[in-house]
């Protein structure tokens, strides 16, 4: 569904608990004052409140609720209503059990935390519709309603029988007979065959864990319930306010800013409206360097963005600070800004925090949040989210804007799934998704937009498709990329590609004849390296070192573009190029550094033609991302290091953050940003 409202302007604002506050009525009247001076215009409200809106079972309490509508309409916000789902009042837990979850080891979860609820339970199914069609009822026409936010971070696990039973009804249907099943699952190796459905238990590691056919349909199965529990929170909302958007909140791996595992995204974001997520990086953390960071949160951003092809949303964020980690270090003086402009140069509409107001007791009492206690508005961090708010309403007229990108890069949840649980290669250096990074890295330091996309994605619109270690490869899969480079497209995939189809089984070949004719190769072994070994790869001329991987491959109709230099199959080649129909498939045999990528990535782009349009000099720690309208474009230009930056623009330009021109060299101290666009030259002509 559209909604106008979600470009009216970019939004800003964060997850508020007033209910926190109730018997401090003073802190509530406050609390709005500073969020209008604060420059936010939303709020999220309810997504942990269930106790407070429901406290006996049936006896629901909303007047606090209709107190914060009024509140926030009084000073023009909006609201962002959460669900309650996400945390349970105790009477629900003690007089409903089956609402809890069963852990992998079979034990019955207690009350407590959050998150802790069965997906399965019709129980809890039927508690969470009830209160939704309250909220829906009660709130759905009110003017600051801007959309539904269902749970919060949906993630995790269920064992209990009734998930066992929904998971073998899932099963039959998917396979219909067990010899079907025992066949995809190769259920004669260690005597795993089933005999009868009721067999079947979910992966544990006191029981099977080791199956990697129920492994992956266990995880398929997961996202599905959990799905399915999310389409059935939504059919109050959708039925009550069917002109209300609505979104859940996705996450990263907050620890090193790797998509988050549990859960098939690209799949769930078909049931969302607007795709959002919660972005917590590890700024100014010694392990790598701000630039190497800030890549892979514009990589984590284009992927959400890219799954909808539509604006997405910053759902949380600290403005200073997190609580949670070992070390929780405050962003430093420019990072709030430029890291919250980042969000938007890669599409988002929002920048929303976590949280408004902070606790004063519970887990997150020192989490970094917008309003202190103490009501200080001169403090740095408030400061710094007033800034962020002034230059959202600079920049208005950007909502509409969309990117586009004439290069994509897969990554595949459900491929991470089976690479890691593949026993083999080196078992802990896969690193499928870091690896999927990396060469995204090489566009994001040229500075060319790149889209994140799924294997379903409709290939055409793009010139170049970069296909990294695709372990799992269905022959549909396969197929498209035949279809798209025939057709003139150009595509590269890697070392550890096409070994297992879609139920992980191998192949009656080392490769299906498809990938063979694909890239023109056929593969002979996968050689895997101890760390700290090293083989070379002789390349336009130069030599590169490679690591971890290298496939041993014969060419049949492709051609050598470099060679190996060492070991057994020294001479042989580690990268190739094939022609097929009007289009290209390159194969890069072996794990290399980042050095290899640039200049292998660099001749291609040459070759394709694909350049920056307004950069003619730019920085490897300064990342240049655009919004574009029909006939404009405006420029990010941000810099990611600590020291002073110039880069060189092809014309001149104007900063619409700062209001002034900018020549064609462009200064910017530490962690500055700026937003260009050019005046008087239509430069896509
Ligand atoms: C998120 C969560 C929030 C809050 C935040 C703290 O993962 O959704 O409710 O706990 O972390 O950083």
């Known amino acids: 569904m559209e909604n106008g409202n979600l470009t009216k302007s970019f939004f800003h604002g964060g997850d508020y608990f007033p209910e926190q506050w109730l018997n401090y009525p003073d802190i509530l009247k406050k609390d709005f004052e500073l969020i209008s001076k604060a420059k936010m215009n939303t709020v999220t409200v309810g997504m942990f409140a269930w106790g407070c809106l429901e406290p006996e079972e049936g006896n629901y309490s909303f007047d606090w609720l209709d107190d914060i509508f009024e509140r926030v309409e009084s000073i023009n916000g909006n609201i962002i209503l959460a669900t309650p789902s996400a945390a349970r009042p105790a009477w629900m837990a003690q007089k409903y059990p089956e609402v809890l979850r069963v852990n992998e080891n079979r034990q019955k979860c207690l009350f407590g935390g959050r998150h802790n609820h069965c997906f399965t339970s019709s129980v809890y199914r039927e508690k969470v519709q009830k209160i939704n069609r309250r909220l829906a009822q009660r709130y759905g026409n009110r003017k600051s309603l801007l959309m539904w936010h269902v749970s919060n971070e949906y993630g995790g696990e269920c064992h209990c029988e009734l998930c066992q039973n929904a998971f073998r009804h899932w099963l039959q249907k998917k396979y219909k007979t067990l010899k079907d099943l025992n066949n995809a699952w190769w259920g004669n190796f260690w005597s795993h065959q089933y005999s009868d459905w009721s067999q079947i238990e979910s992966p544990s590691s006191i029981g099977e864990s080791m199956n990697h056919g129920l492994n992956l349909d266990w995880k398929r199965f997961v996202t599905e319930q959990t799905i399915d529990f999310y389409r059935c929170e939504i059919e109050p909302l959708r039925e009550i306010t069917p002109n209300i958007p609505i979104t859940t909140n996705f996450m990263a791996r907050e620890e090193d800013m790797l998509p988050y595992e549990g859960l098939d995204y690209q799949k769930f974001a078909k049931y969302v409206d607007v795709v959002s997520w919660d972005c917590y990086p590890t700024w100014h953390c010694k392990n790598e360097t701000t630039a190497e960071l800030a890549s892979k949160v514009g990589f984590m951003d284009d992927l959400f963005r890219s799954m909808k092809q539509k604006p997405f949303f910053i759902m949380e964020s600290t403005p200073s600070l997190v609580n949670w980690r070992s070390v929780n270090k405050a962003k430093r003086p420019g990072m709030h800004v430029l890291t919250s402009l980042q969000h938007i140069a890669h599409g988002s509409n929002s920048n929303m925090y976590f949280q408004i107001r902070q606790s004063r007791g519970g887990a997150e009492k020192f989490h970094g949040s917008v309003l202190r206690n103490d009501n200080r508005t001169d403090t740095r961090v408030f400061k710094d989210v007033q800034q962020v708010g002034h230059i959202q309403e600079v920049m208005r007229s950007l909502t509409t804007t969309f990117r586009k990108s004439e290069i994509a890069i897969i990554y595949d949840f459900e491929n991470n799934w089976a690479i890691n649980d593949a026993q083999a290669f080196s078992k802990n250096r896969k690193e499928y998704a870091a690896t999927v ?87 002979l072994e996968n050689d895997t390296y101890y760390p700290g070994e090293s083989n ?26 470099g060679t190996y230099g060492k070991d057994f199959y020294a001479k042989s080649t580690a990268v190739s190029g094939n022609r097929l129909g009007k289009g290209r498939a390159y194969f890069i045999g072996a794990r290399t550094d980042g050095d290899f990528l640039d200049a292998f990535y660099g001749n291609l782009c040459v070759d394709l033609n694909l350049n920056q349009a307004f950069i003619i000099e730019g920085d490897n720690e300064v990342s240049v991302q655009s919004r574009n309208t029909k006939s404009d474009t405006y420029y990010f230009v941000m810099n990611f290091s600590e020291s002073e930056k110039t880069i060189y623009t092809k014309y001149p330009s104007r900063d619409i953050v700062n209001n002034e021109n900018c020549g064609v060299k462009i200064v910017l101290k530490p962690y500055e940003v700026k937003v260009l666009h050019v005046e008087s030259i239509d430069i896509n002509k």
């Open 437 to 523: 990074q990396e060469h995204y890295r090489v566009f994001w330091n040229r500075d060319l937009p790149v889209d994140v996309i799924s294997v379903e994605a409709d290939l055409r619109e793009y010139r170049l498709v970069i296909v990294p270690m695709l372990y799992m490869m269905s022959a549909t899969t396969l197929q498209r990329f035949i279809e798209y480079v025939n057709a003139g497209g150009v595509i590269v995939s890697t070392y550890l590609s096409g070994l297992v189809d879609k139920n992980d089984l191998t192949h009656m070949g080392i490769w299906p004849e498809d990938m063979k004719r694909l890239f023109g190769v056929e593969l």
């Open 536 to 561: 070379e790869i002789l390349y336009d001329n130069r030599i590169f070192k490679t690591k971890d991987y290298q496939s041993v491959i014969d060419l049949i109709t492709a051609k050598s573009l």
